[in-house]
């Protein structure tokens, strides 16, 4: 399958917190669009100190249908309880968001408690400007502990968040940090290109380059549509109109197709195919074009 010529994505981003008031959002008839659209995966969070109903909602209407469920939540929503309910409701993955050591030792220990569950558990961590030097340590514990699951979640640039990314000399430090641990041993989730290539210095980022759009889309707490979480160029919003027809929008298609292009700055780089014309949202967040070359490879 040629992941630049799809005309669905196959995987969907969904945020349920924070939650925005006086909601009007149809989650059900959401969720029959999404199996009616047939896509691989969901990828829902809800990051609130407990699960909502809405959360809830989703879940039971997605058990037992041809998608693969992963779950963000916060540690507090964890109990004996929960899990059991979750594991119920054929949640394939359960992440939860990791910003302290504590967090890492109580996702370890949750790992090894239900080491036969059916769902995956493992860490969210999002780095950022505090955080990211850490990133060897924690590694290195993950495998001290067999919490071999890690997931770095896309920014979520279209709700304003702070654009960070890593310098590239801040990324050659840490990638020989890592160098002498046994990271192969990790299933470890990337989207950042040269997050990826601190991690794998020798090997080219996957795929077809940027997805947004096409292999993956976004849905905001508001119900705004997005063709990926960390590039804010709104498609609409759910109160308005049905989610195929945002993504099948001539909107959405005039995107996907400049986003085959490679920067015009990247042109003639030695390294357009390592890095793939990196992070496009990035320089959408930071200067409203598609033609600048990611700031992290500078």
């Keep these: 399958m040629n992941l630049k010529e799809l005309a669905f994505p196959i995987r969907i981003y969904w945020d349920l917190s924070p939650a925005p008031d006086n909601a009007t959002i149809d989650y059900p008839g959401i969720c029959r669009e999404i199996v009616e659209m047939r896509f691989f995966s969901l990828n829902l969070r809800d990051a609130g100190v407990e699960l909502s109903s809405t959360c809830m909602e989703i879940l039971e209407a997605l058990n037992?249908?041809?998608?693969?469920?992963?779950l963000t939540v916060s540690r507090s929503v964890i109990n004996p309880s929960m899990m059991t309910r979750l594991s119920g409701?054929?949640?394939?993955?359960?992440?939860?968001?990791?910003f302290t050591d504590e967090d890492?030792?109580?996702?370890?220990?949750?790992r090894n408690q239900y080491n036969n569950s059916t769902m995956v558990i493992g860490a969210s961590f999002q780095i950022n400007k505090y955080n990211y030097r850490g990133i060897p340590d924690i590694i290195s514990f993950c495998l001290n502990n067999d919490l071999?699951?890690?997931?770095?979640?896309?920014?979520?640039?279209?709700?304003?968040?702070?654009?960070?990314?890593?310098?590239?000399?801040?990324?050659?430090?840490?990638?020989n940090k890592l160098y002498p641990l046994n990271t192969g041993n990790l299933?470890?989730?990337?989207?950042?290109?040269?997050?990826?290539r601190v991690f794998y210095p020798d090997t080219a980022f996957p795929g077809a380059g940027?997805?947004?759009?096409?292999?993956?889309?976004?849905?905001?707490?508001e119900g705004n549509v997005y063709p990926c979480p960390s590039m804010p160029k709104i498609l609409g919003n759910l109160n308005n109109s049905p989610l195929k027809i945002l993504l099948s929008?001539?909107?959405?298609?005039?995107?996907?197709?400049?986003?085959?292009?490679?920067?015009?700055?990247c042109l003639g780089c030695k390294e357009?195919?390592?890095?793939?014309?990196?992070?496009?949202?990035?320089?959408?967040?930071?200067s409203d074009s598609l033609e600048l070359r990611d700031p992290a490879c500078q």
Aim: hydrophobic residues 40%; glycine residues 4%; positive net charge.
């Design 64 to 70: 037992n249908k041809p998608i693969a469920v992963a």
């Design 89 to 98: 409701l054929k949640v394939k993955e359960l992440l939860i968001d990791a």
């Design 104 to 110: 890492f030792r109580f996702i370890a220990e949750l």
């Design 148 to 175: 071999t699951r890690i997931v770095f979640p896309m920014q979520r640039l279209t709700a304003k968040e702070e654009c960070f990314y890593i310098s590239r000399q801040d990324g050659k430090d840490l990638s």
């Design 187 to 196: 299933k470890l989730t990337i989207h950042d290109p040269f997050l990826w």
């Design 210 to 221: 940027c997805q947004a759009g096409n292999s993956m889309a976004y849905i905001s707490p």
């Design 249 to 265: 929008s001539a909107l959405k298609k005039e995107l996907v197709k400049s986003l085959r292009k490679s920067p015009v700055a």
């Design 272 to 286: 357009i195919d390592h890095c793939i014309g990196g992070c496009r949202g990035r320089t959408i967040a930071l």
